[in-house]
């Protein structure tokens, strides 16, 4: 599967952000679905995640309350919806999907499929 996320951009703190993560190639839903983040020298780590249909989700403490994930397989998209944004939530940000049917995977090992990423700058 052929993954393109958009929607990065530069936002000031306490602002909102939505990415969106475009599947193309394999059937969509086959898939769970991940958002990782990598800021300049840290490792890329997951910050959400959903299973195949959207009815269940799995986050990072550090976005728990403030960010959003979900998907529209008629859409074959993701969505990474960002909310009272801080400085600490700058990096870029990846969709990838899963092999497993897990969803709560948490290691970058277990996705298959990678976006290109896209870069989110919240400015304090």
């Known amino acids: 599967v052929q993954l393109q996320a958009s929607g990065g951009g530069l936002v000031q703190a306490g602002g909102s952000l939505r990415l969106s993560c475009a599947a193309s190639?394999?059937?969509?839903?086959?898939?769970?679905m991940g958002w990782f983040r990598q800021a300049p020298g840290k490792e890329r780590d997951v910050i959400a995640s959903?299973?195949?249909?959207?009815?269940?989700?799995n986050y990072a403490d550090s976005v728990k309350g403030r960010f959003t994930i979900s998907r529209d397989n008629a859409k074959n998209t993701v969505y990474l919806q960002m909310n009272n944004l801080k400085s600490e939530d700058t990096a870029v940000y990846y969709c990838?999907?899963?092999?497993?049917?897990?969803?709560?995977?948490?290691?970058?090992?277990?996705?298959?499929?990678w976006g290109q990423g896209t870069e989110v700058t919240v400015s304090s």
């Open positions: 990838a999907a899963s092999q497993y049917v897990d969803y709560r995977r948490t290691s970058r090992y277990d996705y298959a499929y």
């Open positions: 959903i299973n195949w249909c959207g009815a269940n989700t």
């Open positions: 190639g394999r059937t969509f839903s086959n898939y769970a």
